[in-house]
């Protein structure tokens, strides 16, 4: 099992941009696809983006591609979500997860991943 720590989130206006970190222990992030999922009450918890265990391969919703960037630095056992142009449907609690995989292999779905952070609030003021 690994352990996952998130941070970075935080208020800003309409426009603005925040970096967030998930940082794991207990094992070795390479061996895990990792993926960035955001809750807002009254909706299921939603799919942002993901990375594969090396990194050659990322997922992206339609609604953050051109705004987010996700990388990892398997080194430091860290997965980094860069968020930029950020709008007030941005809101959200973002969790970061982790499944084992082998290859390229991006889960999207949450039911695929069995580890998970406590999350970090985003929140963007319009």
């Known amino acids: 099992q690994v352990q996952l720590v998130e941070s970075g989130g935080g208020l800003v206006q309409t426009g603005g941009s925040l970096s967030l970190s998930c940082a794991a222990s207990?094992?070795?992030?390479?061996?895990?696809?990792m993926g960035w999922f955001r809750h807002t009450p009254g909706k299921e918890r939603e799919f942002v983006v993901g990375i594969s265990r090396c990194g050659g391969k990322k997922h992206y919703i339609d609604f953050v591609k051109g705004r987010f960037t996700i990388s990892r630095d398997n080194a430091k056992n860290t997965v980094y979500l860069q968020m930029n142009s950020l709008e007030p449907e941005d809101t959200a609690i973002f969790f970061c997860?982790?499944?084992?995989?082998?290859?390229?292999?991006?889960?999207?779905?949450?039911?695929?991943?069995?580890?998970w952070g406590q999350g970090t609030q985003v929140t963007v003021s319009s």
């Open positions: 207990g094992s070795t992030l390479s061996s895990y696809a």
């Open positions: 997860a982790a499944r084992p995989t082998f290859g390229d292999y991006v889960p999207a779905a949450k039911e695929e991943y069995n580890n």
